[in-house]
């Protein structure tokens, strides 16, 4: 009797321990997606990310930031970005008085609406903060600095990205040298400068340096080369995934050989802050070195799935998934909107993610 009792029990135990089954072999489902209130604080080292999402967003230009916009994204679940232009906020009829004016619009359009923000995007054509130029190099802090007050005056941004130089450059010679102190420089007075304007507002927003090709900053190797500064311990980095598949000399390379997006991500780790998504057919079409800005999935060479998993496990990020492609036709026949954007993460990124996740278990 005591033998029967004790099968008999261990066969309910065996039932109950494959509970994740029914009669039809069904399994559960995977867990609901853990939504990420975009911060640029960095993840815990040991936090689970497998239903980890984060909240995806939209680069649009300062003079689109409207309520109807605004409302478009709330009504998507994006977040939004802003791009200061040269050719408004730096406009030659563009005042002080009308700056100001227009990023109190933007930051009414915000508020009113309950759109999430960001960041914003400093200008980077018209003044060059690594010029070897003195006088000039401080123009161009000068003026990034007013923007800098008026946008976490107005609109409490949670990062900044700027560009490491304006143009494009060669890696050799004095002058690739030269423009790297003058940019380091440039970097640490628009950091302080932040720091200052944080302490009076009561926000904390940071300083990101984007990867740009043909740049003093055209690969992880050289992002964090011109960080390591004194008085830059704290500026971190912004990702654009397309830049990361265009080298120095302006041609595709074969991410095979010489690394792509993945590479630069594992590569920056937790200095990250911020992201640019974005797509371009890499080399694919070696013979054609534009800067597209296509969707993923647009033919491309990044695996988005592994690219997503290691964003929240490595670089512990817990930001916005941020798209920089076009908001209306402008690179290269691209319609993206923000419902298209959106439409791209919900049914490409984030399922590639889920793939991912479960081919590691």
Sequence with gaps: ?????????????????????DEGGKTDPPAAPVPVAPTTELGKADEAIENLQLKPGKLISINQVNAANCRRAVAAGMCIDIMASDKIVFASDMTDERLDGLFAECGEAIRSTKADFWGLHLPYQTYDISSTNENMRVTAVLKLKRLIELTIEHLRPQH???????????????????RTVQSRKSLAELQRHI????????????LCVEN????????????????????????????????????????????VRNGDALDVLRRIGTRLGTLHIQQNPGALDPTDPKDKHLEPFSGGLIDWGEFYYELLKNNRYRGCFLYEVSFKQVYDGDGSTIESAKSNY????????????????
């Design 346 to 361: 919900t049914n490409l990124i984030y399922p590639a993610f889920v793939r991912t996740v479960a081919a590691k278990k």
């Design 160 to 178: 900044f990205v700027i560009h490491p130089n304006t143009g494009t450059i060669l890696t050799t010679g004095g002058d690739f040298a030269e």
């Design 195 to 206: 720091e200052s304007c944080n302490a009076q507002h009561g926000t904390k927003a940071i």
């Design 1 to 21: 009797m005591k033998h029967i009792v004790f099968f008999l029990t261990a066969a309910l135990l065996l039932n109950a321990s494959c509970g994740s089954s």
């Design 212 to 255: 740009c090709a043909r740049s003093l900053a055209y690969d992880g190797d050289s992002l964090l080369d011109l960080l390591d500064a004194e008085g830059l311990e704290k500026v971190r980095v912004c990702l654009d995934t397309g830049h990361a598949l265009i080298p120095l000399n302006g041609k595709y390379i074969d991410p």
